[in-house]
């Protein structure tokens, strides 16, 4: 779920690029400390990249609607760690917005916030809790909740920006999250499915 | 051998097909794929003919004119698609596209499990395709130990495990060395043996003239269908397409051989037989 | 073969061989007019604007422009439903339908958002459709944003066509055995898909690795930027053009 | 015209190349390479001409033997593999493992810019390499929006904007079709008149019996090198390298023509030219 631009209003925009900075400082950082290690990796990193892009360009089936791409964000942090996915996340989000017209430039903090950084951290973690209970469990549930996660975070994002005249923020999260559920609670369970699935694959290759 | 005055299997009839920034590949395409018949569709590179063999397999959808199934058109929705894919199989260039699981018989299984047929009926298919095209040795390698030709017959067991009626290949015998070229002729010649009509598409213009019965010329805005001995024959239509004389008809015709005969000279070989008959 | 509209219009456009800066002027200062103003008419003026300078001044074709504006304009429609619809009661209601009630606050407060959404990605789109998202991340070099990134976004976008063009046609080889038919198989064939296209793109990039190896490569994916002298007629017109708008946001306010 | 008597530009001596699973790929290998001369590297695919070109370019190190340049022993250090890389360059079959970058014009920058070059030599580097190749046109089109014709010839001009002395060019005209073929063929025609030694591999013989001064054979445990008119008139040798006889040769042999003349039928033009010659 993107976040077009003219969305948020300026301030909001502010800060969440301030929210994320850190977090894609950080990111950064570990990329250039994995690119001194092994130069090799560069072109790795590169293709991971564009992998996580093309992912996110795919449509999942039997899930109908606008929005029915998967995030990748689940995936991807399982396989290459939430602080490289925040730092891969934020060239990946720049990629949608300026060749697929996804997202936005002004928006670029908050979803880079609910992409990048929040919806991996959830993913990952659960995927490491629940990792000792069954590696299956915790893929579901991972690439599941990454998804819904970011889901989440969005519709507070935009609740925090526009609150409703009488129930204030709490009242317009619970609008934005009604909203957006009937297309993006399937599709997380699709996704987590399919990540079951590709992690299944991926054991085999 | 097929009867001319019965409708083709398989046709295009006035087809247009483009892509962004190519407009018009195919204008106004008119093709008839008989049962039985081997049919090579030459062009240069970027002439359509991969887009040409998609548009019969119905992986592209024409904005003008009509795939025909016996006759019928065919509509471009999910379930009539998915009847049509199994009947017309469509094997691209590159292997390793064609190819989703990581081991031998497990890709070539893909598509007999999709049909949702029972397993043992899965089984048998699969075990089939693999002896049809000598792959049974193989069968529990990982794909990514084969060489680049083996990988291409894999690739065919897998289309063939759908049992299809026609089946449409893509440069089978581009990026393959000499002995390669003769397996791969070899593996079309048992599919034919099963049923199967084979069309293949080709810049190799020596290949079609050995191989084929018809010929499918892709020309700058427009399509030439007829007997292999018929279009090739034909230097001018050949060089406005790009494509070479074959070698055994530019020497065949300065000795002076009759090129259109039923068993016309077909290889370097048969050239060689035909000189040393002469004495 | 992977393709983007957007993308083909930026290599193709009359703009091209402008330099960024130029362009980032332009569209950058629209998208700071739209995303702050607080009349609704100024983000649609610099929307139509946009649109017209595309498609008019730098030859990109309307169907492109168009068609990648709808995509956020239908994000921002479903969210402005979440803007207007109230549960429960609101202080100035100018409509009620059982619990569900519309504020005469968030309406005009959906306008304004509505506009800037609609004005603020036309901007982008601006630069987005006429200039090659490479020159985009090449001009960031001289921002300071780290070199290793840059080389990353660089050797993305090629390995994104390169990943694209095998994505599209294994996806196509699948649906010819039916790997789409239905829901379960579906799943499983868009898994192997994106296995497959992991495990390519990393067996690719070790192979560009050895390719590049032979060319000298040893870490730095620098090139030969090309040489765009700013037009500074272009860049006075720009400034105009958006001072324009930013004093019509400041009187309409 | 090179002189016999004098030292190769770039050889192997003795060389021994593996990899793990495929211990011996080269074994005891050597080579000559005199400047000037054609050389093409034979072999049906999987015989180790991917492996020959890349140990002559220093991508390899071989296990024994060694590579010779100008009979001095190449150094496997960084440096020293610096400097041979830049004197001579090699070409891969897939041009998608060489591209890099965004537009053909950068790309071709890519290798004088890693020599640090100052900005206006690799300008004059990279438009005298794209002038070469005939890509002025092209230049400042996205790579993804080239066919695979042109996508080679782009890499080929990305090796050549480093001014090799040697270019190894991996199956230069594999993929490719007839039209195609000819423009490589005119591509390496001007590279050499540049002044750069062409060593390309192929498994059509019928291309290396046309284009080349000398053959380099690979046989199953061995090497043979020779002049291409010696080697390629062998067809014991040329069949246990799993290489068909060049069609010309075939024909040629049935007719009686002399095969090893200097100026020997190359083609099959040459060979009706030949044929008509004789009434």
Known sequence: MHIADGFLPPLHCLAWTAASAPFVVHGVRRIRQIVDDDPESKLLLAASGAFTFLMSAIKLPSVTGSSSHPTGTGVGAIIFRPPVMAALGTVVLIFQALLLSHGGITTLGANVFSMAIAGPWMGYLCFRVLRRVHPWIAIFTGVALANLSTYVVTSAQLALAHPDPGSGVVGAFGRFLAIFALTQVPLAVIEGLVGVLLFRALRDW | MSDRSQPPVLALQGVDVGYPGAPEVLDHATVEVRAGRRIAVLGANGSGKTTLLRTLAGALRPTAGQVLWHGTPLQHSRSRLNEHRQRVQFVGQDPDDQLVSADVRRDVSFGPMNLGLPVPEVRARVEEALALLDLLPLADRPVHHLSYGQRKRVALAGAMAMRPAVMLLDEPTAGVDDVG??????????????????????????????????????????????????????????????????????????????????????????????????? | MTRFALDDAAWTNRWRARSVAEKAVLSGGLLLVAVSATAPVVPIGIGLFALLAAVAWARVPWRT??????????????????????????????????????????????????????????????????????????????????????????????????????????????????????????????????????????DRAARLERGLAGRGYSGSLRMLAPERPVSWPFVGSSVAVVAVAAAASVVLR
């Not at chain 2, 090739?232 to 406005?240: I, R």
């Not at chain 2, 300065?254 to 037989?273: N, Q």
């Not at chain 3, 994000?75 to 439903?81: A, D, E, P």
């Open chain 2, 181 to 279: 070229v003769r397996d791969a002729l070899d593996a079309l010649a048992r599919l034919e043996r099963a049923g199967t009509t084979v069309v293949v598409s080709t810049h190799d213009s020596d290949l079609a003239w050995a191989w084929a019965d018809d010929v499918v010329l892709l020309q700058q805005g427009g399509i030439r269908q007829g007997s292999c001995a018929e279009v090739m024959s034909d230097a001018d239509a050949l060089t406005a397409s790009r494509v070479a004389v074959p070698a055994v008809v530019r020497v065949g015709a300065a000795l002076g051989l009759d090129l259109l005969a039923v068993d016309r000279p077909r290889t370097a070989d048969d050239l060689v037989g035909l000189v040393h008959a002469r004495g």
């Open chain 3, 65 to 202: 422009f168009v068609a990648a504006w709808t995509g956020p304009l239908i994000f921002t429609l479903i969210g402005l439903v979440g803007v207007v619809v109230s549960v429960g009661t609101v202080p100035h209601p100018v409509l009620t339908a059982g619990p569900l009630a519309v504020d005469e606050r968030s309406v005009s407060s959906a306008v304004l958002i509505g506009s800037r959404a609609f004005g603020c990605s036309a901007a982008v789109l601006l630069l987005a459709s006429t200039t090659p998202i490479v020159d985009v991340f090449e001009s960031l070099r001289r921002l300071r944003v780290p070199e290793v990134m840059l080389d990353l976004a660089g050797a993305m976008y090629r390995l994104i066509f390169v990943l694209g063009a095998t994505l599209t046609r294994t996806r196509e080889a699948q649906a010819a055995r039916l790997g789409y038919a239905r829901g379960a198989c579906a799943r499983r064939s868009v898994a192997a898909l994106f296995v497959r296209t992991l495990v390519h793109g990393w």
